[in-house]
């Protein structure tokens, strides 16, 4: 199997940084959910749960820079046939699942009130605690960091993590289903076991 993409297949570098990514997005959804939905505020099983989030956030957010550039040096693998509108579609759909995974760990970090364990391995600072915020940022717009995470919370948490997010990914799954059990062609193949 190729390492690179080729015209026919995503080579293996992709296909582990998509599933390592989807893993990872996914498992911050979970988390962050159990820990709503399960725990109980200032427990240590919340604690987790929420060092869970924003170490998967982590993953994510540095994975996407890796995949960015992996993408502009690759070939991508032909498209399947469609017409003008579904190429459009899936493109638009791409773009915006790229998006999401730059936008949601950006104000996951910003927004952040807590320090993140990175899986109990070292600790990575909040963005409060950093010289960007506290010698550039609250000086020279007179801010707190109570009032500086506000839209970042926002974003993150109502809009994207609630809405956004969801939408993009279950549609990416529904149309990744249509294309293998209804069009039949080799869009999943081409991201799991298709080889040259």
């Known amino acids: 199997m190729s390492l690179r993409n080729t015209r026919n297949n995503y080579g293996s570098i992709a296909k582990w940084m998509h599933w390592i990514m989807a893993f990872a997005f996914i498992g911050a959804y979970v988390a962050v959910y159990f820990r709503h939905w399960f725990t109980v505020d200032e427990t240590p099983i919340n604690w987790t749960a929420l060092q869970l989030h924003l170490s998967f956030g982590v993953v994510v957010g540095t994975l ?3 995949r960015i ?8 693998p032909d498209e399947e046939p469609g017409s003008k509108l579904a190429h459009l579609s899936a493109h638009l759909g ?5 998006a999401v995974m730059i936008i949601m760990p950006l104000t996951g970090y910003l927004g952040a009130k807590v320090d993140t364990e990175f899986f109990g391995l070292f600790v990575i600072p909040r963005f409060e605690s950093t010289s960007m915020f506290q010698d550039f940022i609250a000086p020279t717009w007179n801010l707190t ?9 926002f974003l993150h ?7 956004l997010g969801w939408m993009l990914v279950v549609g990416h799954i529904l149309a990744a289903l249509y294309h293998h059990y209804v069009k039949k062609d080799r869009t999943i193949i081409k991201m799991t076991r298709g080889k040259d």
């Open 64 to 66: 996407i820079i890796f």
């Open 69 to 76: 550039l992996w993408r502009l040096n690759n070939i991508q």
């Open 94 to 98: 791409h773009f915006g699942l790229y």
């Open 145 to 153: 960091y109570e009032e500086f995470e506000v839209p970042f919370d």
């Open 157 to 163: 948490k109502e809009i994207v993590g609630k809405w």
